[in-house]
């Protein structure tokens, strides 16, 4: 078969993230079948799934949170006694102890560490958004940086199910299902900023909510995500009372309508899409009880989804101008459910979706013929996905689309063949780059335009990362090479050149990253 | 949403980075002056994303239904943590000392009841209007002060505008040349790397030249001995990020016009009062308004900075202790330019009936008049060119006169 390389560049890096250096041959695969090698993830549903050893059910890390949280109020009171009696406060351990030293994890032979020159010092990314806890330079040596600090039990969650996110970002063929869990993520995005529950769940959230549905309905991972405690603690559901319900005739607290707004502006109908105030705050009471059940346990095993009677607001609700009769739990249920069918929904979704893939401004025919199969298959989100791979656009629009600082670092990673065994870097630069993990300024998630990403910062940003990288790894390869796997004949011209010309190993190689063929999609 | 979302910039510890004349040079950003008096004027517009609870930050305490509304976390003039009276009327909140000294001195202001023309509570429309400039959110890719800065005369005018942040406010997209900086600590990537970067792009992908161009110019400029970490919270952050703009800004041949924005006002639950969540991030307001003060220096003197934020929250508490999405708000004025010392306000009162929807503070004020008054004051842009480029079809809401000195 003749081998379509402009083909394959669409393939890999519109659909995917990016060939895969090394003996991956994905690039000649790509060439010779782009349909099929960016539809043939979507046969395997199971492939979506992430498990890793190690990686916990949300209950599970919840409970351990407040674990940790209760440890903490405990060493803090002991430190105060222990002030009195001037004896030594016992230091907070959820952890049993590793067996090595914990710096172990943090001078890992990465790519990425090697890159940035923080070998000893790297901090927990998830802590370098705190100045206080500032990258040191590369020229400052390790022995001068003051001793990390151990990480704690929610730390340690965040970057097991970052390293496990990344590790399986490298390894994936295409990457194009990989690519529509970070669509879907970031669609029903949370926050790992808005606390400590919020940050141990991040990568849980997900892996429950988000994961089994990419390839599934969109009714059923418009439920899984609005129960997941994840959720209902970053849109504050959990302290939302039914004005006349028990608790909020006892409590005299009562309605937040932060989910409700957000589950019909954000995540299904739009702005725009034909719902009113009343609508928002009728959505806001019939979700009232969805909560997590906390640390007691009262009202379910700690950490997991629960339904909370005295909470929710009795009696029937009109939402859309259809009654919702007084069900309980089945009553959001039963309103979630048509609010995933509305039209406006198959609209809103088919947009943002071809916006995502195929062009800021998305081709309106291609945009009608999405919401066409939304409706026709009651939101099938592999058929919405097969539909996009057949449309003749998502082919032929030019490369304008800007990669996202995640889909940046990804697909340097995998062109270089490296697979992290510590994710610190890879956090560090995203917090950088203005794209932390899971932790997008608000929840409308992050931007997805090529003006947000190509900011004078940003790229200059980009080009002081691509050049470390250079720096690091260069010498080790052949930038000619590295092109050939990256876009072989589907480069230009003044690309080839511009690496050919480069004055060394190291300056060719940051010059290809940053090229436009590893920086457009 | 979110509680006190975490400022991403991080701090510079660089030194000097384009030491030569690489590139087209930052220094050769032409000099903004006014020639017929001699002013030197800057504008800083400050956007605060999240929606601000303007009755909670200058409240209206004499008004009789506001502490009843406003509940648990009403200001009021006495007590452990008192408000500044700023008249017999309206008081401010006690995080904010370096704001209401700015008001004694006359050169703050406030104005009340302020909105855009946005009607609807979804923050990224109410965003989108408040940036854009237009009465409506869509998908417009320029905003109101790039809109600015290309009606601004050639030559010795100003004609860059400076983002703060690893990406553009969508204020200052637009066709006007901007410049961005954030505070980054990152190795270098050396000279010749980037212009045979720069080149490439040139050939390939002009707006990628442009922006990767911009972004090399500004570095040295903002880095200095001051700019090193230091421990602290999202206070510090604003203020070491506007402490960074300032500096730039500050220079001879610095930008004139910058924008900047702060994250996490959106106060849906336990928002506080004169004590807590919201006085927090007050406080670092604060910070960054002293941190603009002594940055620019004598520079100041000609210096707006205008606070505005996309709409306001309830008048009415809500069910866990904050605020949702409302209507009007206020917007903040400072600066040696300011004719401050005053509340500025229409006000429409907060008995149930006078409450837009039965929920908000009514808007009686646009927020484009004020932001016309500073353009106009501070350089000279005509009615027209206000109410046709830079806020189109906006003829109605005349520019609000005598805001600057």
Known sequence: MARDSQAALVALNRFGFGARGGASGDLINAASDPRGFVKAELARSYGVLLEAPGLQSTPQLGQAAFAYQDQVKQAREAAKAATQSEAPAPQPSAEPKPDKPLRRNLSLNTMMTEIAGRLAGAKPADNAMKPDSMQPNAAAPPAAKPSPQPLNVIQKTFRAEALARLQRAMMVDCGFTERLVVFWSNHFCISASKGELARMWAGAFEREAIRPHVLGHFADMLKAVEQHPAMLFFLDNQQSLGPD???????????????????????????????????????????TGWTFAGRKGQIGAPGSFAFNANAHQPGPQLLLGKTYEATGLAQGEAALADIARHPSTANFIATKFVRHFVADDPPPALVARLRNVFVKTDGDLKALATALVDSDEAWKAPLTKMRSPYDFLVATGRLLARVPEDPGSYLSNLNLLGQPLWTPAGPNGFPDTAAAWAAPEGMKLRLDIASQMGARLGPNIDPLDLLEFAAADAASVETRKTIERAESRQQALALLLMSPELQRR | MIDCVENRLLTSRRGLLLGGASFAAWAYLPKFARAADGRDPRLVVVILRGALDGLATVAPIGDPDYAGLHGSIALAADGAHPALMLDGFFALHPSMPEFTRMYRAQHAAVIHAVAT??????????????????????????????????????????????AVGPTTPLVLRGTAPTVGWAPVALPQADDDTAMRLVDLYRHRDPALASALSQGLQLEKAASGDDMKPKPGNAVAQMRQVARGAAKLMAADDGPRIAALAFDGWDTHANEGGPVGRLAFLLGGLDGALLEFESGLGDRWRDTVVVVATEFGRTARINGTDGTDHGTGTIALLAGGAVKGGRVISDWPGLKPANLYEGRDLKPTTDLRSVIKGVLQGQFGLSDQVLAQAVFPDSAAARPMKGLVA
Do not use: C
């Open chain 1, 245 to 287: 319900s028990r608790a909020g005739q006892n409590r005299k607290r009562g309605l937040n309508e932060n989910l409700a707004r957000e589950i019909m502006e954000l995540h299904t109908l739009g702005v725009g899409g034909g719902y009113t105030q009343d609508d928002v705050t009728s959505l806001a009471r019939i979700i």
């Open chain 2, 117 to 162: 023309p946005y009607r609807d509570r979804s923050h990224f429309d109410g965003q989108d209007v408040l940036e854009s400039g237009y009465a409506g959110p869509g998908r417009v890719q320029s905003g109101w002060l790039n809109r600015a800065l290309e009606a601004l005369p050639r030559g010795e005018r100003v004609s860059s505008g400076l």
